[in-house]
């Protein structure tokens, strides 16, 4: 299916957005934990922010969306958070220069995708798309360079600045005078009283942030605060602010594309790696009584003997299932739709070595070959994008994995190679199986019983391609052979059993359903080989 560069391009501009953030927030001493939690709050605040200034609910079907608002959403969730998460002016400086860096490579990515074009014109450099009739203004490429002239611009000036929050004013300013400038001449002005609706937004803008700058930069140098590593260093502020933007994004769900929900849930998810790094520790030393609950196993441990049982194992894994894929611009514009079904064969072999109850490590590498099969993709009523013609793809590809399990943790750990690891000929967000092996787990509690299950990355068994994010329960004895695992994941639920006969074979089906038509149902058999 045909895909829009400006998907490939919207990946590398958050990235480089969220990596710059928090280089700068290290350099200003603000602590990790906190940053994370206050990127992933503001990730899904811009989101919001950016339909919501277009006074645009509509489902992903069509749900118009614009730059500013992502600003003004960020801007306004920092300023809610920042309190909570100790805070101080500092940090509204700190995104300035990223935010400016990743618009400015995502507006290449709208114009080699066609979208948020100008105006026909007769210029010299004016582009002329394969849809249209006659040459528009490249306005995507007017705002990237100069949004870079303006980064550097802030570069050179941020150090006579005398007050914290001036560079963010500042950013505002020029980024609200760049699109003052550029939006007549796009094609989605719409024009009131002598200036296009957004010139009046970014013209109040404008007068109040200049304002705000020149009376705060004639105030009295105040003594800044000291840098938040002195602060105490409790992680559950942070907490808190992920799981309140978590209840937000939830209810906001319905006003989300597949584009807008992955980058939220990819940062709240590293956020919650940062900050969950520092709660666990505390959980089990700091509170006796959470600790304990994690600690104590919740059912009787199975009678088995702790002796050391060695084993390789081979066997294969088949399934098959659907799921859609979606085509979107960067205004949020649902272009194409295309419904894929796959089938997928595997085999497997492992190496494993379990201690006792619950305890040992092993070493599990598996490889698949299938087939992704589609019609030609639906076109979405307005669509620019050509119809394209039906798919039968290979699908393929290797994957290694170890594991280590001592009694009341473990982990997974492991990584993917193939056409469903790292696909580039389809969109890199939306409804596209992200992985064909688990990427990581965690385990907690006793294996013995009932324990909890966080995952990335991870089905039942690893050949199979799901979601990037999932939580679930599992019941099993002391070894983990013999289980039923249920628990919902981004995309769906999901569910999974595992039993183990006396004569060494290992038998697992499993399956998930989510939304978009997308499922999938499997079986995979193995046989044991002790040493």
């Given amino acids: 299916m045909q895909t829009l560069p400006y998907v490939y391009l919207f990946g590398p501009a958050c990235a480089v957005i969220l990596i710059l953030i928090w280089r700068e927030a290290a350099r200003q001493g603000f602590r990790g934990d906190r940053v994370a939690a206050a990127m992933a709050a503001c990730a899904a605040g811009a989101v919001i922010g950016s339909k919501v200034l277009m006074f645009d609910f509509h489902t992903p079907e069509y749900g118009e969306k614009t730059f500013l608002g992502a600003v003004v959403g960020g801007v306004l969730t920092l300023a809610i958070v920042m309190k909570a998460l100790q805070f101080d002016a500092r940090a509204f400086d700190v995104p300035v220069l990223p935010v400016l860096w990743g618009a400015a490579l995502g507006r290449i990515g709208c114009f080699l995708s066609g979208c948020c074009h100008g105006i026909p014109t007769t210029v010299p450099w004016g582009v002329r798309y394969a849809h249209m009739s006659e040459a528009v203004h490249p306005t995507q490429l007017y705002e990237s360079a100069l949004d870079v002239i303006l980064a550097l611009a802030l570069i050179r000036l941020r150090r006579r600045f005398r007050h914290p929050g001036s560079l963010a004013l500042a950013g505002a300013l020029g980024i609200a005078f760049i699109r003052f400038v550029v939006d007549p001449m796009r094609a989605t002005a719409a024009w009131s009283v002598g200036l296009t609706t957004v010139q009046w937004t970014t013209l109040a803008v404008i007068v109040a942030a200049g304002i705000a700058l020149f009376m705060r930069e004639q105030t009295a140098l105040k003594r800044d605060r000291a840098p938040l590593l002195s602060a105490p260093v409790s992680p559950l502020p942070s907490v808190s602010v992920l799981s309140g933007m978590a209840a937000i994004t939830v209810f906001a769900h319905s006003w989300l594309t597949p584009l807008e929900t992955s980058l939220i849930s990819s940062v709240t998810l590293v956020a919650g790696f940062v900050v969950f790094q520092r709660l666990v520790p505390r959980l089990l030393l700091s509170s006796p009584i959470v ?241």
């Fill in 291 to 531: 600790g304990a609950a994690v600690l104590i196993p919740l059912q009787v441990q199975d009678p088995k003997p702790d002796t050391v049982r060695k084993y390789f194992a081979l066997g294969g894994s088949a399934m098959g299932g659907g799921y859609e894929v979606t085509t979107e611009d960067c205004e949020g514009n649902t272009l194409t739709r295309t419904q894929h079904t796959y089938t997928v064969a595997g085999a497997s072999a492992e190496l494993r070595e379990d201690r006792g109850r619950g305890t040992g490590n092993g070493l599990r590498v598996t490889a698949f070959r299938g087939s992704d099969n589609a019609p030609a993709p639906t076109r979405v009523s307005g669509s620019p994008l050509p119809g394209d013609t039906a798919r039968n793809d290979p699908v393929n590809g290797m994957t290694a994995a170890a594991s280590f399990d001592w009694r009341h943790i473990g982990l997974t750990g492991g990584f993917a190679v193939g056409r469903w690891a790292y696909s580039m000929d389809q969109p890199l967000f939306g409804s596209v199986p992200r992985q064909a092996h688990p990427i990581g787990q965690l385990r907690l509690g006793a294996v013995t019983g009932l324990h909890g299950e966080i995952s990335v990355g991870m089905h039942l068994p690893s050949l199979a391609p799901e979601n990037a994010f999932r939580l679930g329960l599992a019941f099993g004895d002391s070894t983990g052979t013999n289980s039923f695992r249920v628990g919902a994941g981004h995309a769906g639920v999901y569910a999974g059993a595992r039993l183990l006969t006396k004569d060494g074979f290992e038998l697992e089906p499993f399956g998930s359903i989510g939304g978009a038509t997308k499922g999938q149902l499997g079986l995979s058999v193995k046989k044991r080989f002790y040493f």
